[in-house]
Nanobody, 123 residues
Framework: QVQLVESGGDSVQAGGSLRLSCATSEYAITNYFMGWYRQAPGKERDYVAHITPQNGYTFQHNDVKGRFTISRDIAKATLYLQMDRLKPEDSGMYYC????????????????WGQGTQVNVSA
């Protein structure tokens, strides 16, 4: 069983920054594909970014490329999402996910999901 505990959500003005954290286990962060999804009220859940377990390669959705950075600290067993130049459309609940395959993670079929952390960006 993989536990994922998100934190760092807050209310900020457009143009601001936030860093989300996802605490997990060292086993999970080095063996699972881990990433972030988000969901705005009344909308579907959307993929944001992910990182590969062995090499730490990172990938982001085009909507956030250049503004969001996904990273991990293996010693702290924590996944991060640094969000800069935030826009109102970035608002939503952000979920940390862990999947056994990249395919499962990218197509919303990850085995493990956190409870989410709320991000609100005002204009």
């Amino acid at each position: 069983q993989v536990q994922l505990v998100e934190s760092g959500g807050d209310s900020v003005q457009a143009g601001g920054s936030l860093r989300l954290s996802c605490a997990t286990s060292e086993y999970a962060i080095t063996n699972y594909f881990m990433g972030w999804y988000r969901q705005a009220p009344g909308k579907e859940r959307d993929y944001v970014a992910h990182i590969t377990p062995q090499n730490g390669y990172t990938f982001q959705h085009n909507d956030v490329k250049g503004r969001f950075t996904i990273s991990r600290d293996i010693a702290k067993a924590t996944l991060y999402l640094q969000m800069d130049r935030l826009k109102p459309e970035d608002s939503g609940m952000y979920y940390c996910v862990a999947a056994q395959s990249e395919y499962k993670l990218r197509f919303e079929n990850a085995e493990y999901w956190g409870q989410g952390t709320q991000v609100n960006v005002s204009a």
